[in-house]
């Protein structure tokens, strides 16, 4: 019986990037990491660029909602 390929789903951690997360609010971080993903997946961003736009991104939005 033939197996089918599994799929290896890239995590969205950001593990390398965790110095550039820490220090941000909860909701920046997991807007950040949202934006990220989205950015990697749709618009081929490189990780490191995509988390660059996404902390800058969230931390707009985080300033916008009055945070």
Known sequence: MIQPKRIKCMQW???EFNAR???LHPLVKKKALEIAKNLVMEKDYTR???IKKGIM???EWFY???G
């Open 48 to 50: 490191e660029d995509a």
């Open 13 to 15: 951690t950001f593990e």
């Open 57 to 59: 991104k969230a931390e």
């Open 21 to 23: 997360l820490d220090g």
């Open 64 to 66: 916008d909602l009055g």
